[in-house]
C-alpha cells in the first residue's frame, strides 16, 4: 500500500456453500460439466473398444496359433494391454499439449479474474495420467477377454472373411450405447442453447447497458449522516456536466445489490399480505431515475422536479404491485399509505416490471417514491447514463468525484451491465460447453461408426462379391450396408431419447424457461445424429458397391 492511499478492506467469506447442498448454479453447471466430460470420455472408450473388437477379429487366428504352441492366455491378454496403454500414452501426451494450449483461452473466457496453479503441475500431470490409464484399460478389458477364449478349432481354419454373424453383435450394441450417449449430450446443449435464448430475450424492464453506477463509503470521511445528502448532491452536480454523460440520477437503493423493505396500506379495500416474490420493495429515487435507467413508464407519469418536499405525495407502482391492489382496474389517482405515515400518496404511474436481485426476479413488488419526499432519505447509489461506451468514462467520472470529495476513503464505479452478465454466464458456460462435448460426442459417434462399417465391409468382401456375382445390384448392397448402420443407431436415437426425457427432470433446475422434454431439442439432436450417421454409412456403402466379383469369389 503506498503512502497517502486509503486502507485495503478485505472480505472472508466461507467457500463450503459452492460444495451443496444450497450450492450456487454457477457450481451446480460445473458439476454438469464435468459429468458430461465422463460421458465424452465413455464414447471414446467404446469407440476404441469397438476398433480393438473388430481388430480382434482379424487377429484371431494368430492368437489361436500362440494359444495352440502353448501361450498363456494372460500373456495374450498383457500383450493387448500393452498395446492400449501405449495408445493411451500417446493421446495423454497430447491431451496435455492441447490443454496447455486451450486453458488460457477457456480461464480468460470464463474465468477472467481467477488465479492459480498452472494446469500441468504436478497434480494435473497425475490426473491425467490417471486418467487415461483407466480409459486404456476399459477399452481394452473386453476385447482382451474374447481374445484369449477362442475356439481353437474355428480360429485355426477360419480365414479372414466373415460374414457379420453373432460375433458382431457386441461390436453393434457399443455402437448403440455410443448414439445413445451423444444424444444425451446433444439434448442437453440443445436445452441449455435454448435457455440462454430466453435468457438474452428476457425483457428486464431497463436497459443497462450505458449505465453506470457510483457508490461510496463515506464512513471514514468524517461525514455525518445529515451530510450524505448533500454529499451526493454535490456528486451528481459535478458529474452532470462531464461531456459525454447523458442524465444522472440518485437512489436509495439499487437494482442486483440491495432495496429496502416497505409496507403500503389500502384505504379503498383490503391490502393484500403476500405478494410474488416478497415485499413490497422500496427504492427512493430523484426523478431522473426512469430515464437514466432506461426504464418504461407502463401508464401514467414518473416524477418531476415538482414532486418535492412539501408538495403532494405521489407513488409510483410496478406492475406486479398495481395488479395485485388493483387487478384488472386502473390504478391512477389511486391512494396509497406509505408506512405510518397518515397521509395519501397518489398514484401516478405504472413502471415496467424490473429484477430487483437477479434476472430471475422479475415480478417482485416493487414501488418508488421521490427522495424529497422520504422522511430522513439519504441516497445509496449515483448512476449515470453515458451517451457512448460506459467503460470509457470511468476514468473522467472518478477524476469528478475525486475532485468533489477528495477525502472519501472508498469509491466505486462499475458498468450496471456487469451486475447483469455475471448472473448470465452459468448459462453461457453451460451452453458453450455442452455444446462442444456434444459435436466431439457427434463426431466420435461419426468416426466409430465409419471405422466399423468400413472394417465390416472389408471382411465382408466375398460375402458380397457372391452376392453381386448372383444379380444383387448396386443400390441393393448399398442398402444392406445402410442398412447395418441406420438400424444400430436407431436404436441408439431411441435409447438415448428416453434416457433424456427419464433424466431431463435432474437438469431441470438448471435451465430457464426451458422444457427438459422439449420436443423441438430431441428432435433437432435425433436429426443431427441421422444426418451425421447417413454421412458416415455413406462412404463404406459406396466402397462395398466397388467391389468386384471375380476377385472377391478368388480371394481366399
Not at 120 to 130: A, I, K
Not at 169 to 178: E, F, N
Not at 292 to 298: D, E, K, P
Request: some cysteine.
Amino acid at each position: 500500500m503506498f503512502k497517502g492511499e486509503p486502507p485495503t478492506h478485505v472480505l472472508l467469506g466461507p467457500i463450503q456453500e459452492a460444495r451443496g447442498p444450497d450450492r450456487s448454479r454457477e457450481a451446480s453447471i460445473a458439476l454438469w460439466v464435468g459429468a458430461m466430460a465422463v460421458i465424452v470420455l465413455l464414447i471414446a472408450c467404446a469407440n476404441v473398444t469397438n476398433l480393438l473388437l473388430a481388430r480382434g477379429v482379424s487377429r484371431r487366428r494368430d492368437i489361436g496359433i500362440r494359444l495352440a504352441v502353448g501361450a498363456r492366455p494372460y500373456r495374450i491378454a498383457r500383450m493387448l494391454v500393452l498395446e492400449a496403454v501405449v495408445l493411451a500414452g500417446l493421446g495423454a501426451i497430447a491431451a496435455m499439449l492441447l490443454a496447455l494450449w486451450g486453458a488460457p483461452v477457456v480461464q480468460a473466457y470464463f474465468l477472467p479474474n481467477a488465479t492459480g496453479s498452472s494446469v500441468l503441475d504436478l497434480r494435473g500431470v497425475l490426473t491425467m495420467s490417471g486418467v487415461a490409464l483407466c480409459a486404456a484399460l476399459l477399452s481394452v478389458s473386453v476385447p482382451a477377454w474374447r481374445a484369449t477364449r477362442p475356439s481353437l478349432a474355428m480360429s485355426l481354419t477360419s480365414g479372414p472373411r466373415e460374414t457379420g454373424g453373432q460375433r458382431w453383435r457386441g461390436i453393434r450394441g457399443l455402437l448403440a450405447v455410443q448414439t445413445a450417449l451423444a444424444v444425451v449430450l446433444l439434448v442437453g446443449a440443445g436445452l441449455f442453447v435454448q435457455s440462454v435464448r430466453h435468457l438474452e430475450g428476457l425483457d428486464l424492464g431497463l436497459q443497462p447497458d450505458r449505465v453506470l453506477g457510483v457508490t461510496l463509503d463515506a464512513r471514514g470521511a468524517r461525514i455525518s449522516q445529515d451530510q450524505i445528502p448533500a454529499l451526493y448532491a454535490r456528486l451528481a452536480d459535478v458529474t452532470r456536466g462531464l461531456g459525454g454523460v447523458q442524465s444522472v440520477s440518485l437512489s436509495m437503493g439499487s437494482p442486483f445489490h440491495f432495496s429496502f423493505g416497505g409496507s403500503l396500506t389500502l384505504q379503498d379495500r383490503p391490502t393484500p399480505r403476500e405478494f410474488p416474490g416478497g415485499g413490497p420493495y422500496q427504492y427512493a429515487v430523484t426523478p431522473d431515475y426512469f430515464s437514466t435507467m432506461g426504464m418504461t413508464i407502463v401508464q401514467g407519469r414518473g416524477f418531476t422536479p415538482e414532486d418535492r418536499a412539501g408538495s403532494a405525495k405521489v407513488i409510483v407502482l410496478n406492475q406486479t404491485l398495481a395488479s395485485a391492489f388493483w387487478p384488472n382496474q386502473d390504478p391512477l389517482g389511486r391512494c396509497v399509505v406509505i408506512g405510518d405515515d397518515r397521509t395519501c400518496a397518489t398514484v401516478v404511474g405504472i413502471a415496467k416490471d424490473t429484477p430487483r436481485w437477479t434476472v430471475l426476479e422479475l415480478h417482485g413488488a416493487l414501488y418508488y417514491v421521490p427522495l424529497s419526499q422520504l422522511n430522513g432519505a439519504s441516497p445509496t447509489a449515483l448512476y449515470v447514463r453515458t451517451r457512448g461506451q460506459p467503460d470509457a468514462m470511468i476514468a473522467a467520472v472518478r477524476r469528478a468525484v475525486v475532485g468533489a470529495a477528495p477525502n472519501l476513503p472508498y469509491i466505486d464505479i462499475e458498468p450496471l451491465e456487469s451486475s447483469v452478465a455475471p448472473q448470465l454466464k452459468p448459462w453461457r458456460l453451460g451452453k458453450t460447453m455442452f455444446t462442444m462435448y456434444g459435436a466431439l460426442a457427434l463426431l466420435l459417434t461419426a468416426l466409430g461408426l465409419y471405422g466399423v462399417l468400413a472394417y465390416m465391409v472389408g471382411r465382408r468382401t466375398q460375402e458380397i462379391g457372391v452376392r453381386m456375382a448372383l444379380g444383387a445390384g448396386a443400390g441393393r448392397v448399398r442398402r444392406m450396408v445402410l442398412r447395418d448402420g441406420m438400424v444400430v443407431v436407431g436404436l441408439g436415437i431411441l435409447a438415448g431419447a428416453a434416457v433424456a426425457i427419464i433424466g431431463g427432470r435432474f437438469i431441470a433446475a438448471q435451465l430457464f424457461q426451458e422444457s427438459p422434454r422439449d420436443p423441438a431439442v430431441l428432435g433437432a439432436a435425433g436429426a443431427a445424429l441421422l444426418l451425421a450417421a447417413i454421412a458416415a454409412c455413406w462412404v463404406p456403402a459406396r466402397r462395398a458397391t466397388r467391389v468386384n466379383p471375380v476377385d472377391a469369389l478368388r480371394a481366399e
